[in-house]
């Protein structure tokens, strides 16, 4: 850990202090950065929240709670704790209430004559415009002092429109170099790792294309359900909730071309090329592009859930997907042709996600004792449950037999004693630095927004909606949109042992 920089002194201020997120993520990031010492001991952890029955020491509690459930090595040092403790700061007060942002300012902390701020949304999105254009007003976002730079949370938008608007909207306060819009998907090492896969070894970009793979299937599968956020949830469903952002943005780095440097608009460059590359899916085809459907209820780990209409504060007529798979074309001399599948659910039996390449059969099976077709290769970047890649290829059972095996080379990323760091702490970390190549550019969140958008309005319109038993992969239709590739969809319970696989 001796290489990575420290961030200089900074405000880190977290609007929305007392929600989910800041709770489960974000200080838990900020305790993990603190003991790796990627925090300079000046910083300070300013929670901004409207109730006026906070006080500091109730803010120290719900901190020290937060991190004995989600991080508690950071409660049993005590040096550690002791150095967050003295890091927290709390301002109360209204959004909209320009005292509230006086008080915010004698609250941040000067070190070496800078007063560094990073910003951090984590509110509803409502009120992302207020929220920057007060602290605009407020003179908070001038850099002259020190560095001041707003972190926001997805949904950045609910379509094409009203992304646009917010980004205008936030360009007459503030530069675009200030902005940093988070996909915490970038943050996973996993996925970070595919883009040194691709560009730091030479053995694969020849193979990287049309020409060798059939299709690319990326697949993110949860098994809880929509959980206590229903008021959200309802109106986003899986696509909005997780395509629009998460496995797009996946998509692209697959996807990109090789980045002149990994400087933040070198690499969002290439990724605003791969969106712009994807075909529109016509508005009177989307049941051939895109599959949805709902959990009724059913058995996740032995256990009896109920079915999304029957969730706390879901609408009992309910429409919303909390399944959802697409298929995208990317139009450019790389892929033209080759199918990108989309897929993610709640309710499915197991918690996984993955990148699985797929590539093209050999010409002519020369194997006559294979009596059906040849496996075809596959490359699978694990983001979940362990982070790794696994490459199945076909190799012949030792022995004086001919009998033909699918063969797995196993690389766990995880190496023995490593403590890898957690997506948020990652991006935060980036974010201090100014790194912004994880973070989404304006124009990439627009152009995510239109891929979507005919699937958004044809599943608008009244119509049924299929359901899924919560617990099983039968969902109805998901083959359809598979036509045209090899094989099927990938069996996301399979685990693969280094080594031969039972099956041929
Ligand atoms: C969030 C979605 O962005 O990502 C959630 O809003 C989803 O609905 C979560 O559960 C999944 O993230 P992860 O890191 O657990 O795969």
Known sequence: ????????????????????????????????????????????????????????????????????????????????????????????????????????????????????????????????????????????????????????????????ASARALNLAFREYVKESQIYRIDHYLGKEGVQNLMVFRFANTVFEPLWNRNYID????????????????????????????????????????????????????????????????????????????????YAGGMIDGKRVPAYRDEPDVDPASTTETFAALKLYIDNWRWQDVPFLLRTGKRLPHRVSEIAIRFKKPPKNLFSQVKTQLPQNELIFRLHPEEGMIFLLNAKLPGLNDELRKLALDAPYAVTGSDSPEAYETLLHDALLGQMALFSRADEVEESWRIVAPVMQAWKQPGSIRFYEAGSWDIPDTETIM??????????????????TSSS
């Open 1 to 160: 850990m001796s290489a990575v920089p420290q961030a200089d002194p900074c405000n880190i201020v977290i609007f929305g202090a007392s929600g989910d997120l800041t709770r489960r993520k974000l200080l838990p990031a900020l305790a993990r950065m603190q003991r790796w010492n990627l925090l300079a001991a000046d910083s300070r952890i300013i929670g901004v929240m409207r109730d006026p029955s906070w006080h500091a020491e109730r803010w120290q509690q719900y901190v020290h709670a937060s991190l004995e459930e989600f991080h508690p090595d950071a409660i049993n040092e005590a040096d550690s704790w002791q150095t967050i403790a003295a890091m927290l700061e709390l301002t109360i007060g209204d959004l909209t209430d320009a005292s509230m942002y006086q008080r915010l300012r004698e609250n941040m902390k000067s070190s070496n004559g800078r007063t560094n701020a990073l910003f951090y949304l984590a509110i509803p999105p409502q009120w992302y415009e207020s929220a920057v254009s007060a602290l605009h007003q407020s003179g908070l976002l001038d850099e002259s002092d020190g560095f001041r730079r707003i972190v926001i949370e997805k949904p950045f938008g609910s379509d094409v």
């Open 215 to 294: 299709h690319v299937q990326i697949s993110v599968s949860e098994n809880i359900g929509v959980e206590y956020r229903a008021d959200y949830y309802e109106k986003a469903g899986a696509l909005m909730d997780m395509i629009q952002s998460h496995l797009i943005q996946v998509m692209t780095l697959v996807a990109m071309e090789i980045p002149v440097s990994l400087d933040g608009n070198a690499v969002r460059d290439e990724k605003v090329k791969v969106l712009k590359s994807v075909r529109p899916i016509p508005p009177d085809q989307v049941d051939r592009f895109a599959v949805r459907a709902q």
């Open 483 to 500: 036509e045209g590739c090899i094989g099927c969809w990938r069996d996301l319970s399979t685990t693969y042992q280094h080594g031969y």
